[in-house]
């Protein structure tokens, strides 16, 4: 009867310490532009509390979507797999692939990430898919979905 336990809880440590206790980030991902491009537009709605405030709202609203949509064009067609050690990045049949680690775990649906370059980056998992945090003022998220 000992054994049992002893069992289970060396197979418990062994899914644990391979990475496979549930590590969402694995699977093969696309850009999801109109969540993404969503999130980045959603500050600039006015709500009925706070109509719009004339002209000049209007022409900064109108570049940043337009900044948004040339940033987003990075990852126009981009595939993004995650194995438990590797991060594949493929491009119209072109791509790189490197190492990365999970550094920080800030809470159950946040990763760091640090990948082999040194970049450090940060991935949540949100009802959709995933999203990416971009580095720079504002830290827009980049939001995933699954390949289908």
Do not use: H
Not at 38 to 59: C, S, V
Not at 115 to 138: C, H, N, Q
Request: hydrophobic residues 40%; aromatic residues 10%.
């Amino acid at each position: 009867m000992a054994f049992l336990p002893r069992f289970a809880l060396l197979l418990l440590m062994s899914v644990f310490l391979t990475g496979c206790g549930g590590n969402w980030l694995i699977g093969k991902w696309t850009i999801d532009q109109d969540r993404t491009l969503e999130a980045m537009t959603a500050d600039q709605n006015p709500t009925p509390d706070e109509p719009g405030k004339g002209l000049l709202k209007d022409i900064v609203g109108g570049l940043q979507k337009g900044l948004s949509r040339v940033l987003l064009a990075q990852f126009e067609g981009v595939e993004v797999e995650f194995t438990s050690s590797e991060m594949r990045r493929v491009q119209g049949g072109v791509g790189e692939a490197q190492l990365y680690e999970i550094i920080d775990r800030p809470d159950a649906s946040s990763y760091v990430v640090k990948y082999a370059d040194g970049e450090i980056v940060t991935w949540s998992k949100v009802e959709s898919g995933i999203r990416l945090k971009l580095t720079g003022d504002g830290g827009m998220w980049v939001y995933f979905r699954t390949v289908e």
